[in-house]
């Protein structure tokens, strides 16, 4: 029966119908099947939202908008150009500097290769960068969103586990900005190459100036991880605070957040939050039925048999969620994966808190990869260059993420060692 | 299509009212943490009834702007009308599934009018409501959709 279940479920995946659905489908068929009452669709529904953690994830959403809404992009980038701007390929760099800026208030890589894709795409092709290295700069760099605190994967990967957020959040971030540094050093390789253009330092005034538009963004970020580090907040009140700390920056020292814009920020976090949300509703549902079906057991005893070689089991893992990752939405395939392949790792000693780190890079690598790159789709449509250029000019940039991944499969280290030092 | 509006403002707003509360319940939560002796017990009681809420509207926001997750693999490789076709077959198929579920939502509500919540002493019922209340919402604006355009996007009513 539970072949029923995922046949029913890949068939409608691919049929296209959305996810959600797809798994209350599948779950429903085998329910009948099993006969069991319907009720429980509703019970394991409502059972997968009723999280107060999960309350976190419409608060950073929120957050994330208003300070967007307030012009907050745009001072990121500015600061981020009057910092490396001097350097050949600067605006690159500064591209890469303001996603990792960017991180600290969204969380997500859509919201952050449209945003500031938004702006840098066309300044980047009026500076007389080519359009496919654009857009491939921004694609890539945006994927340090979901890695960098607050992270939407993390929070889930919370919700799912019960692992501490503070000590998620805090173990992204070294991989982090190994991915940022990683890409600041091939961006700038490339420019060289390709004699990219120039700009003229800027001045130490203008510096200053420029640092304090985007100081509230910093603090904000540094509000929200001490905020839960520190033990004052739960992850759901950092968001919240994050929420009014943004609603204050936006309306009193930027003067730029206007009532009816907010009410349109509003609308657009019930929005991406319901559609989030009804996922992770059927998604408890689907992974209940994989409990009481043992498949969790199934799964991990069969890639032991293929080995038990801890490093060798990680690289099967990691293939595995690549694969996924280049089709399946970040969210959707840690709430149907995550769980299962999390017992098989623990079973052979890896660190459930480096486990987490590994499975969202692994998953986030895919939303610049055909065939559903989202930020792939996202940046070529502001740019207006082909999906598979854009893809192809993004190469070097893959190759980077593959090189932090591996090292966050064979260094423990990376990701352990933030949480070790604020929160053990 | 005057109903179809009235009744759009009325799940946008509703969906944007809870979150509003739950958001004004949290930082109740926050606040009194730092300025009273002890933190009230009701504020994530009722944050968690404002967010299963805010996420029963929203998702009409949600269906409206098509943002519900979903592969487009396949669409690539199909022609437009078979596209088209298959849609409208995926959204009939939405649409029976979410009043399936709301049916078996209402023994689920019926459970929780006998079971208090610990603190503020509510029935559960209004909790598990937003189960059918969110079932309701998607296969209506699935039909919304449907009605305004079988099988293409684009067009609203």
């Not at chain 2, 209004?126 to 079932?135: D, I, K, L, T």
Request: glycine letters at 8%; aromatic letters at 8%.
């Amino acid at each position: 029966m539970i072949g029923l279940l995922f046949l029913v479920f890949f068939v409608l995946l691919l049929m296209g119908f959305p996810i959600a659905y797809a798994l209350a489908i599948s779950c429903i068929s085998y329910l009948l099947m099993a006969d069991v009452s319907l009720v429980v669709v509703p019970l394991k529904m409502y059972g997968g939202m009723d999280a107060f953690v999960l309350l976190s994830i419409p608060g950073f959403i929120l957050a994330g908008n208003i300070m967007s809404a307030s012009g907050m992009t745009d001072r990121i980038v500015d600061f981020s150009n009057k910092i490396v701007g001097h350097i050949r390929g600067g605006l690159s760099l500064a591209n890469i500097g303001a996603s990792m800026i960017f991180a600290g208030i969204s969380g997500t890589a859509v919201a952050d290769s449209a945003s500031l894709g938004s702006i840098l795409i066309p300044a980047m092709k009026k500076e007389g960068y080519d359009a496919d290295f654009a857009c491939a700069v921004t694609s890539s760099s945006s994927t340090i969103g979901p890695i960098i605190p607050p992270s939407m994967p993390m929070i889930i990967v919370g919700s799912l586990t019960g692992l501490s957020i503070g000590k998620l959040f805090l173990a992204g971030a070294l991989p982090g900005l190994l991915l940022a540094i990683g890409y600041m050093l091939v961006s700038y390789m490339i420019s060289l190459k390709k004699q990219h253009p120039i700009s003229s330092r800027a001045s130490l005034r203008a510096m200053g100036k420029s640092f304090v538009g985007a100081f509230w963004s910093l603090v904000m970020t540094l509000l929200i991880l001490f905020g839960i580090i520190g033990g004052v907040f739960t992850p759901t009140e950092a968001s919240v605070v994050a929420v009014l700390y943004a609603v204050l920056i936006g309306s009193l020292v930027y003067r730029s957040l206007r009532w009816r814009q907010l009410l349109d920020v509003l609308k657009n976090t019930v929005s991406t939050t319901s559609s989030l949300m009804l996922l992770v509703g059927f998604a408890n549902l689907f992974g209940w039925i994989l409990i009481i079906e043992e498949v969790p057991q199934a799964l991990a005893g069969g890639l032991m048999e293929v080995t038990s070689n801890k490093w060798l089991l990680l690289i099967l893992i990691n293939l595995v969620l690549l694969i996924v990752g280049t089709f399946m939405e970040t969210l959707a395939a840690l709430l149907i994966l995550f769980p299962i392949l999390l017992q098989v790792a623990t079973s052979v000693g890896v660190d459930p808190i480096q486990f987490a780190v590994l499975a969202v890079l692994n998953l986030i690598i895919g939303l610049n990869t055909p065939p559903v790159g989202v930020c792939l789709f996202v940046v070529s449509s502001i740019g207006k260059v082909p999906v598979d250029r854009v893809a192809r000019a993004g190469l070097p940039f893959l190759l980077v993420s593959l090189v932090v991944l591996l090292m966050v499969t064979f260094v423990p280290f990376i990701s352990l060692w933030l949480p070790g030092l604020f929160m053990d | 299509m005057r109903g179809y509006r009235v009744i759009r403002q009325f799940v946008e707003l509703a969906a944007v009212t809870s979150l509003v509360g739950m958001v004004i319940v949290v930082s109740i939560q926050v606040l009194a943490r730092f300025a009273l002796p002890s933190a009230p017990a009701w504020t994530e009681e009722l944050s968690r009834v404002f967010f299963v809420y805010s996420v029963a509207f929203g998702i009409g926001a949600a269906v409206d702007r098509d943002e519900l997750v979903r592969l487009s693999l396949l669409e690539n490789y199909l022609s437009q009308s078979l596209v088209g076709h298959l849609k409208l077959i995926m959204r009939l198929v939405v649409i029976a599934v979410s009043l399936v579920i709301a049916r078996y939502a209402l023994p689920f509500v019926q459970i929780g009018h006998v079971e208090l919540s610990p603190v503020l002493g509510i029935r559960m019922s209004w909790a598990f409501a937003s189960s059918v209340v969110v079932m309701l919402i998607a296969g209506y604006f699935t039909l919304v959709r449907v009605m305004a355009d079988p099988g293409e996007e684009g067009r609203k009513p």
